[in-house]
C-alpha cells in the first residue's frame, strides 16, 4: 500500500495552509485595500477602491490557484509520509512485493 492521497481532512488542511500563506504574502496589499475602504459604505458599490480590490485578488489568487493547492497538497502529502514514517506505521515495501510478475 502506497500513500498516494489526502484524506478530506487533509485536503481542507492543504486548502486553509494555501490560504494563510496568500494572506500572509499579500499582506501589504490587503491592508491597502482595507484603508481605502475604512470610511467608504455606499460608495463601495460605486467603484470605490476598485484598484485596490483587484490588486488584492490578483494577489491572494497567485497563491491559491490551482497549481498552489496543487504544491500545498504535496506538501501535506509528504508530511504525512513523514509522520507516518516517524511513527513506524508506513508500509514497509520488499524487493519481493515489487516483482510480482
Known amino acids: 500500500m502506497l500513500v498516494t492521497t489526502l484524506n478530506i481532512k487533509e485536503e481542507e488542511a492543504a486548502l486553509q495552509k494555501a490560504k494563510k500563506n496568500a494572506r500572509t504574502q499579500c499582506k501589504d496589499v490587503v491592508e491597502q485595500l482595507i484603508a481605502c475602504t475604512r470610511y467608504k459604505t455606499f460608495s463601495l458599490y460605486f467603484g470605490a ?16 490557484n ?15 509520509i513523514q509522520f507516518l514514517k516517524d511513527h513506524n506505521k508506513f508500509p514497509q515495501i520488499s524487493q519481493e512485493s515489487l516483482n510480482w510478475h
Open 66 to 80: 490551482e497549481l498552489a493547492l496543487s504544491e500545498m497538497r504535496e506538501q501535506v502529502l509528504k508530511d504525512k
Open 49 to 64: 477602491c476598485e484598484k485596490e480590490r483587484k490588486i488584492s485578488s490578483e494577489c491572494l489568487s497567485q497563491y491559491t
